[in-house]
């Protein structure tokens, strides 16, 4: 390898186990030393790492959090919205991760195992590492691990023994990928496939990401079928009304609609009751609840907003939430990833940005311009005239703040686009930001 080139798995698995693990372990030992590897780390790893040695993780003392009772892990069982998934995720991972002496692994959002099955050899290698039933496997708990960093990723990673952080997990290589709920874009779980580390094979990384994508396809079924259901009870009610109207699922999904063209989805507010609602893309509305879902009437009388104000808030490592405040109303929405990223590069700018200039703020690639519009057309149908375009901005009037985390490297850590690394780096301890709009 050449001084500056970076490991990759493929060529980790052509060689040697041994020799593979002591090549990283002088890789792990110099950058924890301050020192330039002869190589680099990948770069999930080497940002994971970084993350470490700022949180003060010992990477030499094996500290683990203490397992759910066995009562509270039934209850979290019961309660994952991962549970209804797991004879699907048993049949797709156990029997060949037991031939390949392996385990499945599948934890909750906040990186506790819940359920645990494989090889009973390779069982034993997990309990004595602390890879138990109810364990914290949370990044800033135990390291680098194949759980607690594609919750942070929110990507497929595979850790290859020294890529962990600590030391004791050192003979261990672990495969996870986040499972997402297709109706809000939260992370739910992640399903991890892991082992002793001579049994390390690129193809698994694939082989799990396909079955994390099987499970979200599932969910995607589940979502259908609930509109279905939702749409049953609500087309015979639409069909008596004369004005705009639409019947949405709890997450804004809509089933039907009358008076209007069909949108997929409206954002909702965190919060909805029964009464006047304002929703940015509708503007006022009464609303109804319905089973399984919400009536959205629109009020087909103007109720100017006045003076609007927008709070960006992207201060937490995995919620980012856009509020948005004036005389009508409060409205609140959690955003996916690549909103948050959109949206805090528009925050950045008031003047505005062009599709160019966006797609290379976000992929590094001017030329991506087609995804940038269709990202924006999404936003625009739950901020509506919020945002304006040519160049794309938030509304003139609007005053937005951005509410950082308090260290600006915890910045949408999940985030590789160009403009939200270039804010990381910046010297600005944090806090928050205010620019209104147009300025």
């Not at 069909?239 to 609609?257: E, H």
């Not at 609007?308 to 856009?322: E, M, N």
Request: with cysteine; net charge neutral.
């Amino acid at each position: 390898m050449n001084k500056d080139s970076t490991i990759d798995l493929a060529r980790l698995s052509a060689m040697d186990v041994a020799h593979s693990s002591r090549l990283l372990k002088g890789v792990r030992d110099a950058t924890l030393s301050g020192l330039r590897p002869r190589v680099r780390p990948r770069p999930v790893i080497g940002d994971s790492w970084r993350r470490m040695l700022r949180d003060g993780v010992d990477p030499d003392l094996d500290v683990r959090a203490g397992l759910l009772t066995a009562e509270e892990l039934e209850e979290k069982r019961q309660t994952s919205p991962l549970f209804p998934l797991l004879p699907m995720l048993r049949e797709a991972l156990v029997a060949v991760a037991d031939a390949a002496q392996h385990i499945m692994v599948i934890s909750d959002a906040d990186g506790r195992i819940l359920w645990r099955e494989g090889h009973p050899g390779v069982l034993r290698m997990a309990d004595r590492l602390g890879f138990q039933l109810g364990a914290h496997w949370a990044e800033d708990v135990v390291g680098t691990n194949g759980i607690g960093t594609p919750l942070v990723a929110r990507r497929p990673v595979q850790v290859f023994s020294a890529e962990h952080f600590v030391q004791s997990q050192h003979p261990w290589i672990c495969t996870g990928a986040p499972i997402t709920d297709p109706r809000d874009g939260r992370v739910l779980g992640v399903v991890d496939v892991s082992g002793p580390m001579d049994t390390l094979h690129p193809a698994t990384l694939s082989w799990v990401h396909s079955v994390a994508q099987l499970a979200e396809a599932r969910l995607r079924e589940q979502l259908q079928g609930s509109l279905e259901r939702l749409r049953s009870v609500a087309a015979p009610v639409l069909a008596r009304m004369s004005g705009r109207a639409l019947a949405v699922d709890p997450f804004g999904w809509t089933a039907a609609v009358t008076g209007m063209p069909p949108v997929d989805r409206v954002a909702l507010p965190k919060s909805l009751a029964e009464g006047c609602c304002w929703i940015p893309a509708l503007g006022a509305c009464n609303v109804t609840p319905l089973p399984g879902g919400w009536l959205l009437m629109v009020d087909e009388e103007p109720r100017p907003l006045g003076a609007t104000r927008i709070a960006l808030d992207v201060s937490r490592p995995r919620r980012w939430s856009l509020e948005v405040s004036g005389a009508a109303a409060t409205w609140a929405h959690e955003l996916s990833p690549r909103h948050a990223e959109l949206l805090f590069v528009l925050a950045l700018h008031p003047a505005g940005r062009s599709a160019s200039a966006l797609a290379d703020d976000l992929f590094g690639d001017g030329t991506r311009t087609v995804t940038v519009r269709a990202e924006m057309s999404r936003v625009r149908r739950y901020l509506g005239a919020l945002l304006a375009h040519r160049p794309y901005r938030f509304a003139d009037d609007a005053n937005v703040t951005i509410h950082l985390p308090d260290d600006p490297r915890d910045l949408l850590p999940h985030s590789v686009a160009p403009a939200v690394s270039a804010a990381r780096t910046r010297s600005s301890p944090g806090g928050d930001q205010s620019s209104p709009a147009g300025d």
